[in-house]
């Protein structure tokens, strides 16, 4: 049998729909419940420099108020580090961060930054917290990633979600790869950006990832059916579609009605 597949769920837009007319509704925390009830593994949320959408206070709320581990994302930075060692979250993903990017733009360049994220690598892990390091799936970036001790990368599915086609088909063999190569490395492989219900099956497929952080299309989904109906429909076909990798096959089953 093949290994259960853990599904993230990313609460950032809850906050930005909530910051766009101040006050506290809609509240990530309440999302964050929503998301355990429906059947989600964990919480993501991105404290990011300039605190677009999740804030400060909503990190405590979390570590108080979810029963689900919280996956703090995170910059490479003193602020954030000093954060997530005070409210010690189960993990910490570090990702690049532009201020001027809509969202995260690519993988964190591990491999010519090693000086500069090891100290964060190990700060983090001796505190307890489960490092990963969101990276494109590059060899560079994976040995890179071992030598500074993250016992875990993401890897970045966007390049994938966003190509058609045979170009489409050509970033899913990068992944694939890239999840063996994690795998063949001692690396804890999980993968994320841009999954929706049509992208995420082939993603689902892949024996070396344990665990999808979903977020943006997620929200997105809620307005129209519900989180509660949009985390059960993604969780179904990713159990479908890991499902289907048994026995050799590599069929994804029909997808879910809405």
Known sequence: MTTRLRLGVNIDHVATIRNARG?????????????????????????REDRRHISDGDIERLGQETVLPLNLEMAATAEMLEIALR?????????????????????LEVHRAQNVLRPFVSRLN??????????????????????????????????YCHAEGAARDEELARLVKGAALAAEFGL?????HGLSYDTVPPIAQIPNVVELNIGHFLIGEAIFGGLDSAIKRMR?????????????TARVMDQPAS
């Not at 490092?131 to 966007?158: C, K, N, W, Y």
């Not at 179904?236 to 050799?248: C, K, W």
Request: contains cysteine; proline residues 8%; aromatic residues 2%.
């Open 188 to 192: 804890e492989c999980h993968a994320g």
């Open 23 to 47: 006050g506290p509704h809609p509240d990530p925390v309440r999302a964050a419940r929503l998301a355990a009830e429906a059947g989600a593994d964990g919480i993501t949320a991105h404290l």
């Open 87 to 107: 409210h010690r979250p189960h993990a910490a993903c570090l990702v690049p961060e532009r201020r001027e990017e809509r969202t995260t733009e690519g993988g």
């Open 126 to 159: 001796d505190a307890g917290i489960r490092v990963s390091l969101f990276v494109a799936p590059d060899p560079h970036q994976l040995e890179a990633a071992v030598r500074i001790g993250a016992p875990v990368v993401e890897l970045h599915t966007g390049a």
């Open 236 to 248: 179904a076909i990713m159990d479908q579609a890991r499902a289907a990798t048994d026995g050799g």
